[in-house]
Antibody
């Protein structure tokens, strides 16, 4: 079936980096845009941006430029989120989410990964 | 940037009763509006897209309406499994979520 499976929880120290993976299965990976969404503890959903799985071109939402990098490995149908220079305020659950149709973010997110908890603490 | 505002923040409803959730956009998003349900410890689940179309497998008690800047999610008869947080999202422009409405047991 169509699913997104993310990598496991991470505990990192401030200043470190983390790379979260999102492996797709059950559909043609390059036919649907992939989004990243952050949810801080007890808070709502925040769209971080998206990556065109056809071209590999990333687009970052306001507030997610500089330390955040979206990438792909289409050979294994996997999207990645890397965060560098981690801060305590990066502590959150990070979700990947597929757009329902097409290779742009202009549609509902029909398939979600299970989420990856990233904790930043000294 | 389009801002999405949901109301109320918390809705207390008895099982079997009707729940009405509101979502307002700061500018028109046409019908490019989705609703999601999120339960504790789980990823969000798509309920409604295109403002009023139920996603695959979503029960008929969930319905969406509205266009432009005003939208409503109605749950006709709340079941125990419906107590959760609900988010609206516009995708007419760069995607943006509302702050959520928590539906709790009265």
């Amino acid at each position: 079936q169509v699913q997104l499976v993310q990598s496991g929880s991470e505990l990192k120290k401030p200043g470190a980096s983390v790379k979260v993976s999102c492996k797709a299965s059950g559909y043609t990976f390059t036919s649907y845009a992939m989004n990243w969404v952050r949810q801080a503890p007890g808070q709502g959903l925040e769209w971080m941006g998206w990556i065109n799985t056809n071209t590999g071109n990333p687009t970052y939402a306001q507030g997610f430029t500089g330390r955040f990098v979206f990438s792909l490995d289409t050979s294994v149908s996997t999207a990645y989120l890397q965060i560098s220079s981690l801060k305590a305020e990066d502590t959150a659950v990070y979700y990947c989410a597929r757009v329902g149709t097409g290779t742009t973010p202009y549609d509902a997110f029909d398939i979600w990964g299970q989420g990856t908890m990233v904790t930043v603490s000294s | 940037e389009i801002v999405m505002t949901q109301s109320p923040a918390t809705l207390s409803v008895s099982p079997g009763e009707r729940a009405t959730l509101s979502c307002r956009a700061s500018q028109s998003v046409s019908s490019n509006l989705a609703w999601y349900q999120q339960k504790p410890g789980q990823a969000p689940r798509l309920l409604i897209y295109g403002a009023s179309t139920r996603a695959t497998g979503i029960p008929a008690r969930f319905s969406g309406s509205g266009s432009g800047t005003e939208f409503t999610l109605t749950i006709s008869s709340l079941q125990s499994e419906d107590f959760a947080v609900y988010y609206c999202q516009q995708y007419n422009n760069w995607p943006a979520f509302g702050g959520g409405t928590k539906v709790e047991i009265k």
